[in-house]
């Protein structure tokens, strides 16, 4: 089967999406629905269940998956084996928030592009709550990603940062926050809560140590959604500092002072420990190292 048939399959289990993976692959959605048909007519088998809403995979795509992971890892190896021990070339796929896109990769890209300029950087930003799941499905080479409170056992992590947890609150609608004698009334606040993810961990765990039944507005994908929402007046919410000092509304929102102090987030980079024997993997967590 062509690899570039693999990879586009690939990106397609990624994203769910015809529209999305055709744009950023650069092949037309009818084209893109081509190659997944001779794929399925070479299997034999349904590899997605498509209908005008959404895209799922099906048992067959889930088998086939794994050995198209494992064709594209032998590919990249066979690359790596056969170009010269100085000069790095292939793919390296990457995962992040959007804060991280340019508040942390930047210097780290920066010094590994001059080193390996032969590599090819394929990044995708979104969610940090499915950075660990990008990384177990094997669709990025490396994450960066808050430190879980427990590490999977396959996956090594190395600290780049700390970014404290904080709440925050609308400038323009200050009476949104309820307060009584003793501070903020935390069940009569309306709250915006990240859906899933590290950060809804630690309110929920907060909110069971205190016997508190929350005001909950909503709950929202992303911390930059978060803080759109706060500035719009619909309740207070949580995200890490460096979320809030980076986002375009930081004019709009501020930190609530009396609130509890939660664990900080340990920001860092993150891989399969089985990757590290692709020295593009090894070059960029090396760099990583010396920030």
Known sequence: ????????????????????????????????????????????????????????????????????????????????????????????????????AYGILPDIMEKFRKAHPNVLIHLETGDPAKAMLKLSGQDADIVIAALPDTLPKDLEFQPLSKT??????????????????????????PIIIPDHGLSR???????????????????????EAIIVMVSLGCGIGLVPKMVYE??????????????????PFIVGICTRKKNFVNPKVKALWSIANEK
């Open 164 to 189: 404290p947890l904080v709440f925050i609150a609308p400038l323009q609608y200050p009476d949104i926050v309820i307060r009584t004698h003793k501070g903020i009334d935390w069940e009569q606040t």
């Open 1 to 100: 089967m062509d690899i570039q048939n693999l990879k586009l399959f690939r990106h397609l289990v990624g994203t769910l999406h015809f529209a999305r993976t055709s744009q950023a692959c650069y092949i037309t959605p009818s084209a893109l629905t081509r190659v997944i048909q001779r794929l399925e007519a070479d299997l034999g088998e349904k590899l997605f269940v498509r209908d005008n809403r959404s895209v799922e995979l099906t048992e067959a795509g889930m088998v086939f998956k794994k050995y198209a992971d494992d064709v594209i890892q032998r590919w990249d190896q066979l690359h790596d084996e056969l170009s010269s021990d100085d000069v790095l070339q292939g793919e390296l796929s990457l995962y992040c928030s959007v804060t991280a």
């Open 246 to 263: 980076k986002s375009p509304f930081f004019n709009q929102v501020k930190v609530l002072d009396e609130t509890p102090e939660l664990p």
């Open 201 to 223: 961990d630690r309110i929920d765990q907060w909110f069971a140590k205190e016997n508190f039944v929350p005001k909950i507005y909503s709950q929202v994908a992303g911390n």
